[in-house]
């Protein structure tokens, strides 16, 4: 699939372009300038036709984060089939524009100039062609306009050869369309659906999320599980601003490692691109099956992390803590003890949570944490037979019976079956659903967890009313 760069300063739409041309807002979009620093790759179609877009930082003034987004847009640019040379038509050329076309010369590869917010058509061009890379292609990348010209321009490298001559293909009258995109995560099912045997879990992208406070090591994280310093990282908290994902093969397992930004809280962000960035994140994690919350060794569980970790096991994704830096502690015994006793008295919703220490500046602990992460990812999967939850369900009932209701009775419940998995969720059947207390549901919970062997992520379970077998009888009577 051919690979297309978006390249340019600071502030001409390159994100904007990037959020059209996936059919996804994606890439986060702002007023300010310098918001995009890592690189970002996204499936693209235009006018039926997929490629590759990668998204790249704008080109500023010196300095050492400066210089470090540039490193990324020049890694980008090396692996491009062609180059989208992005402008503001509006602003005219810039010193900064200049000196990315230079660069962009130097490189030997088809360059198109691509004049964005061209929303009216008497925009002065004349500086345009003195950059040297011929005529532009007017777009305006926020309402959609000049696509048709694009595609022309962009036909020769994501058109397949044997079509891209077929006079009666009719691309040209074709409107865009979006490729419709299949995410790996389930669809939601319905609770009343028992769904089919799961496919091979090896068989699928695990997606994986890095969530946590600011400048904990996230970023160092997912580069050392790469192999390469994909992601910008440095000693300032918010060098990340928005979720970026790359997909990896751990162990002959596939995966898609998904970076974010650092988690404040709420009363302490009055900056809206952070604002931003926080929404970004919490779509990314709640969209994620394994999220990974990176804690740092010496701020164990603060109320930020808990804050992040049980709306994570409200959105029903599995979790992993990973305690990061632990290379700086001496004793980790005392880290271990404390990491327990928080989620002890802080997240007694789900049980044994996974916890994994490491140092994602030396490598340590990644084996095991990765073990966490598939062993969870498992769990998260399980599904178990209707007899056996049936078995466990008598069991359960005889040792601690439902409560009494006002005809003095314990409330029957019938049986049990699982709804769907990820996370596993069981429909519970009885003739007085509405009657059984929260807290023999939470006793069934932890029975689910510990008996069952689904430690680590959330359980949950449905009322349901049963029919009642004499109803028909009484209406014919």
């Known amino acids: 699939m051919s690979i297309i760069v978006l390249?340019?300063?600071?502030?001409?739409?390159?994100?904007?372009?990037?959020?059209?041309?996936?059919?996804?807002?994606?890439?986060?979009?702002?007023?300010?300038?310098?918001?995009?620093?890592?690189?970002?790759?996204?499936?693209?179609?235009?006018?039926?036709?997929?490629?590759?877009v990668v998204d790249t930082a704008g080109l500023e003034q010196s300095g050492e984060l400066?210089?470090?987004?540039?490193?990324?847009?020049?890694?980008?640019?090396?692996?491009?089939?062609?180059?989208?040379?992005?402008?503001?038509?509006?602003?005219g050329v810039t010193p900064l524009d200049k000196a990315t076309g230079r660069v962009l010369r130097r490189l030997n590869k088809p360059v198109i100039l691509v004049a964005n917010k061209a929303e009216?058509?008497?925009?002065?061009?004349?500086?345009?062609?003195?950059?040297?890379?011929?005529?532009p292609v007017l777009i305006s990348a926020e309402h959609g306009t000049g696509m048709s010209d694009l595609f022309d321009a962009l036909s020769p490298y994501i058109v397949p050869p044997q079509t891209e001559n077929a006079e009666d293909d009719g691309f040209e009258d074709k409107k865009p369309r979006r490729r419709k995109k299949k995410d790996d995560e389930d669809v939601a099912l319905d609770d009343e659906t028992i769904p089919d045997d799961d496919k091979n879990q090896a068989d699928r992208i695990i997606d994986i999320a890095f969530v946590g406070r600011p400048n904990v090591g996230k970023s160092t994280?997912?580069?050392?599980?790469?192999?390469?310093?994909?992601?910008l990282t440095g000693p300032t908290a918010g060098v990340t601003r928005d979720a970026i994902s790359v997909r990896q093969t751990y162990k002959g397992r596939r995966l898609r490692l998904t970076d974010t930004a650092g988690l404040r809280k709420s009363s302490r962000v009055d900056d809206d691109l952070e604002k931003l960035s926080a929404a970004d994140t919490k779509r990314a994690a709640f969209l994620a099956q394994v999220v990974v919350l990176v804690v740092d060794a010496a701020a164990i569980l603060d109320k930020q992390d808990l804050t992040i970790a049980r709306q994570v096991f409200d959105e029903g994704r599995a979790l992993?803590?990973?305690?990061?830096?632990?290379?700086?502690?001496?004793?980790?015994?005392?880290v271990v003890r404390e990491l327990n006793?928080?989620?002890?008295?802080?997240?007694?919703?789900?049980?044994?949570?996974k916890t994994v220490l490491i140092s994602a500046r030396t490598?340590?602990?990644?084996?095991?944490?990765m073990r966490a992460v598939f062993d969870v990812y498992d769990v998260w999967n399980t599904r178990v037979s209707t007899g056996r939850l049936n078995r466990w369900l008598s069991a359960m009932t005889e040792s601690t019976p439902p409560p009494l209701s006002a005809t003095k009775r314990p409330?029957?419940?019938?049986?049990?079956?699982?709804?769907?998995?990820?996370?596993?969720?069981?429909?519970?059947?009885?003739?007085?659903?509405?009657?059984?207390p929260e807290s023999y549901l939470r006793y069934l919970i932890r029975g689910l967890s510990s008996d069952l062997n689904m430690d680590g992520v959330p359980v949950r379970i449905v009322m349901r009313k049963a029919k009642n077998p004499y109803e028909n009888k009484k209406r014919r009577r």
């Open 7 to 52: 390249a340019g300063r600071t502030n001409v739409g390159k994100s904007t372009l990037f959020n059209r041309l996936t059919g996804r807002k994606r890439a986060l979009v702002h007023d300010r300038p310098g918001v995009t620093r890592d690189r970002r790759e996204g499936e693209a179609t235009l006018y039926t036709y997929p490629f590759t």
């Open 320 to 334: 992993v803590i990973a305690v990061n830096k632990t290379d700086t502690v001496a004793d980790k015994r005392a």
């Open 411 to 436: 409330i029957p419940l019938k049986y049990m079956t699982q709804v769907k998995t990820r996370p596993p969720t069981f429909a519970l059947f009885s003739s007085n659903p509405e009657k059984l």
């Open 341 to 353: 006793e928080r989620i002890e008295d802080s997240l007694r919703q789900v049980k044994n949570i």
């Open 120 to 135: 009216s058509a008497d925009q002065p061009m004349q500086d345009l062609f003195a950059l040297g890379f011929g005529e």
């Open 66 to 91: 400066a210089d470090s987004m540039w490193k990324q847009t020049e890694k980008a640019l090396d692996q491009a089939d062609a180059v989208l040379f992005m402008v503001d038509v509006r602003a």
């Open 221 to 231: 994280l997912v580069n050392r599980l790469l192999g390469e310093d994909r992601l």
């Open 363 to 369: 490598g340590e602990g990644l084996d095991a944490l």
